[in-house]
């Protein structure tokens, strides 16, 4: 069992930058794949990014491949979002994910923190 719990979202301009930060509990957070997914008004929850255990591999999605860097630090049970050249579509609630080692099933949740992005 892992808990996760987000912070870092707010409002930022077009443009701007912000890092989202996902803190888990539990002893073997190294163990999970990372993940960040993201939900704006009226969508779907969709993929945005994700990282494996080791943090030796990586994954995007195409609209935000080149300005999202996802990232992890196992001795603080962190991770993280770094977003960049933030556009108004990329306002969402977004979501921390975890999932089994050597899986991308995320099956373990965070509560969501929102990302406005303002034209």
């Known amino acids: 069992q892992v808990q996760l719990v987000e912070s870092g979202g707010g409002l930022v301009q077009a443009g701007g930058s912000m890092r989202l930060s996902c803190a888990a509990s539990?002893?073997?957070?190294?163990?999970?794949?990372m993940g960040w997914f993201r939900q704006a008004p009226g969508k779907e929850r969709e993929f945005v990014a994700a990282?494996?255990?080791?943090?030796?591999?990586?994954y995007y999605a195409d609209s935000v491949k080149g300005r999202f860097t996802i990232s992890r630090d196992n001795a603080k049970n962190r991770a993280y979002l770094q977003m960049n050249s933030l556009k108004p579509e990329d306002t969402a609630v977004y979501y921390c994910?975890?999932?089994?080692?050597?899986?991308?099933?995320?099956?373990?949740w965070g509560q969501g923190t929102q990302v406005t992005v303002s034209s």
């Open positions: 994910a975890a999932a089994p080692g050597g899986t991308l099933d995320f099956g373990f």
């Open positions: 539990g002893r073997t957070f190294s163990s999970y794949a």
């Open positions: 990282i494996s255990w080791s943090g030796g591999r990586t």
